[in-house]
């Protein structure tokens, strides 16, 4: 799993991943978007786009993600989430909590 | 076991979160075979379902039974393609399984706060799949998963 992240104005983090988010690199990528957000960065996109497989650790790193963002008075979006991706949302109603938007440019609007 | 596969990839690899990816390979050469074999291979939906469902079993076989890492022992995959259904077998030695099968998903909760990071797993497989199965062979302590999914109607040759 790569993890890149491309800080813009206004505290926002486009944090692109690459590879699966499974049980090995969750906790990687949990630990990076907590980094993230204590060092100001409270707009945090989370680009799906190159992501393989998400597996139920990846979506709780998700969460535990969009938790520490709400936590630090901001915010988590994901965007071009992979058909995969968007299928283990919707088995398990998460993407009612983190509604995967179709492109960087729509997650961004409103940052 | 009267009834012969049309298609058949079997792999075994630590049960370790590091190995997982021989796992996710092992799978889309199942689905090449798949392609190979059936008269109408299932649509891309169909399969991304029923892999979410592997990679979940699988994890789990390394989260609990293996108790991640703990416990050392392998994993073996069978993945398997009839006319009317694909199945996975997946065995492994490591600790019993002694939760519940229907154990529901966690409560979307009202309260992002509230909202648990863990325990989708089962819930996961069998919103996925058809049938999930478990048993423990205790002489070999062995424990056996078996997962199931019914191919759309339009694989099942008339007759």
């Given at each position: 799993?790569?993890?890149?992240?491309?800080?813009?104005?206004?505290?926002?983090?486009?944090?692109?991943?690459?590879?699966?988010?499974?049980?090995?690199?969750?906790?990687?990528?949990?630990?990076?978007?907590?980094?993230?957000?204590?060092?100001?960065?409270?707009?945090?996109?989370?680009?799906l786009?190159?992501?393989?497989?998400?597996?139920?650790?990846?979506?709780?790193?998700?969460?535990?993600?969009?938790?520490a963002?709400?936590?630090?008075?901001?915010?988590?979006?994901?965007?071009?989430?992979?058909?995969?991706?968007?299928?283990?949302?919707r088995?398990?109603?998460?993407?009612?909590?983190?509604?995967?938007?179709?492109?960087?440019?729509?997650?961004?609007?409103?940052? | 076991?009267?009834?012969?596969?049309?298609?058949?990839?079997?792999?075994?690899?630590?049960?370790?979160?590091?190995?997982?990816?021989?796992?996710?390979?092992?799978i889309?050469?199942?689905?090449?075979?798949?392609?190979?074999?059936?008269?109408?291979?299932?649509?891309?939906?169909?399969?991304?379902?029923?892999?979410?469902?592997?990679?979940?079993?699988?994890?789990?076989?390394?989260?609990?039974?293996?108790r991640?890492?703990?416990?050392?022992?392998?994993?073996?995959?069978?993945?398997?393609?009839?006319?009317?259904?694909?199945?996975?077998?997946?065995?492994?030695?490591?600790?019993?399984?002694?939760?519940?099968?229907?154990?529901?998903?966690?409560r979307?909760?009202?309260?992002?706060?509230?909202?648990?990071?863990?325990?989708?797993?089962?819930?996961?497989?069998?919103?996925?799949?058809?049938?999930?199965?478990?048993?423990?062979?205790?002489?070999?302590?062995?424990?056996?998963?078996?997962?199931?999914?019914?191919?759309?109607?339009?694989?099942?040759?008339?007759?």
């Amino acid at each position: 799993m790569d993890i890149s992240v491309e800080e813009r104005e206004g505290g926002v983090a486009v944090v692109a991943l690459s590879g699966r988010l499974d049980l090995l690199s969750a906790p990687h990528v949990k630990a990076r978007l907590s980094e993230e957000v204590a060092a100001g960065r409270k707009k945090l996109i989370v680009d799906l786009g190159a992501v393989s497989f998400i597996d139920s650790s990846g979506l709780g790193a998700l969460i535990g993600g969009l938790k520490a963002a709400r936590v630090g008075g901001g915010d988590l979006r994901i965007a071009r989430a992979t058909e995969q991706a968007q299928i283990i949302l919707r088995l398990t109603t998460l993407d009612r909590v983190m509604e995967p938007y179709a492109s960087l440019d729509e997650a961004l609007t409103g940052c | 076991m009267a009834e012969n596969p049309l298609a058949r990839v079997t792999v075994e690899v630590p049960g370790t979160a590091e190995h997982l990816g021989q796992l996710h390979a092992a799978i889309e050469r199942f689905w090449g075979e798949v392609d190979r074999a059936l008269a109408h291979p299932p649509g891309e939906e169909w399969r991304l379902l029923f892999t979410t469902a592997l990679g979940e079993a699988a994890a789990n076989v390394v989260r609990h039974a293996y108790r991640g890492g703990e416990v050392a022992g392998a994993l073996r995959a069978e993945l398997l393609a009839f006319q009317d259904r694909i199945e996975a077998r997946f065995t492994d030695h490591g600790v019993e399984f002694e939760g519940d099968l229907s154990m529901p998903a966690p409560r979307a909760a009202a309260l992002l706060d509230d909202l648990p990071e863990s325990g989708y797993g089962l819930s996961l497989i069998r919103a996925a799949v058809d049938e999930l199965r478990y048993e423990r062979s205790s002489p070999s302590g062995e424990n056996r998963w078996q997962l199931l999914k019914r191919l759309p109607a339009a694989a099942t040759p008339p007759g």
